[in-house]
T-cell receptor
Framework: DAMVIQNPRYQVTQFGKPVTLSCSQT?????MYWYQQKSSQAPKLLFH???????NEADTPDNFQSRRPNTSFCFLDIRSPGLGDAAMYLC??????????????FGNGTRLTVT | AQTVTQSQPEMSVQEAETVTLSCTYD???????LFWYKQPPSRQMILVIR??????QNATENRFSVNFQKAAKSFSLKISDSQLGDTAMYFC???????????FGGGTRLMVKP
């Protein structure tokens, strides 16, 4: 059973054309993350939501935004994609605040191509 | 800030043999969590094994075990009886005590050869 679901699996967008990636979860985890992963590199954290609180990484470009309308859904908006934004985007969730904290559960990722 | 270092970009092992992947980290926290994640080619990142820093006993999951040395800030992964399906990128990861920050190492690409 899929627990962290990312749609679409593959996304192609044009240079400068806004694009939205979506993530949903059935785990009822309170923390949701967006990571960017380029080829053969480690995932890089863009931001995360701790419940409703948005936490942006200091080096995440302003071009990247996120929304979490409810516990189950989280969106990544790229306002003006550049060629350098082509990557795999990973959504993950975790349960935090209890002991022990849970590990992160990842979705399958969305591979973004910018033409 | 925490850092995680994997000093072996690539490794290979013969099927049925044992291989150890290295990981070191740096933190000022006393309590935290450590993980090894596996990412097969074009597939989902999945959890292999976890270790709570307050537990002295090394974690074991079937063919996977860790050697956790808290004083040395070392967290290596041992894969016994390697199988072809173990071929993947392996990421060591550190989670802070608050549970809201996961930092990855650079990864080790493991190839299991028949």
């Amino acid at each position: 059973d899929a627990m962290v679901i990312q749609n679409p699996r593959y996304q192609v967008t044009q240079f400068g054309k806004p694009v939205t990636l979506s993530c949903s979860q059935t785990l009822n985890h309170n923390v949701m993350y967006w990571y960017q992963q380029k080829s053969s590199q480690a995932p890089k954290l863009l931001f995360h939501y701790y419940d409703k609180d948005f936490n942006n990484e200091a080096d995440t470009p302003d071009n990247f935004q996120s929304r979490r309308p409810n516990t189950s859904f989280c969106f990544l908006d790229i306002r003006s994609p550049g060629l350098g934004d082509a990557a795999m985007y990973l959504c993950a969730t975790s349960r935090s605040g209890g002991m022990p904290n849970s590990p992160l559960h990842f979705g399958n990722g969305t591979r973004l191509t910018v033409t | 800030a925490q850092t995680v270092t994997q000093s072996q970009p690539e490794m290979s092992v013969q099927e049925a043999e044992t291989v150890t992947l290295s990981c070191t980290y740096d933190t000022s926290e006393n309590n935290y969590y450590l993980f090894w994640y596996k990412q097969p080619p074009s597939r989902q990142m999945i959890l292999v094994i976890r270790q709570e820093a307050y537990k002295q006993q090394n974690a074991t999951e079937n063919r996977f075990s860790v050697n956790f040395q808290k004083a040395a800030k070392s967290f290596s992964l041992k894969i016994s009886d390697s199988q072809l399906g173990d071929t993947a990128m392996y990421f060591c990861a550190f989670m802070n005590n608050a549970g809201n920050m996961l930092t990855f190492g650079g990864g080790t690409r493991l190839m299991v050869k028949p």
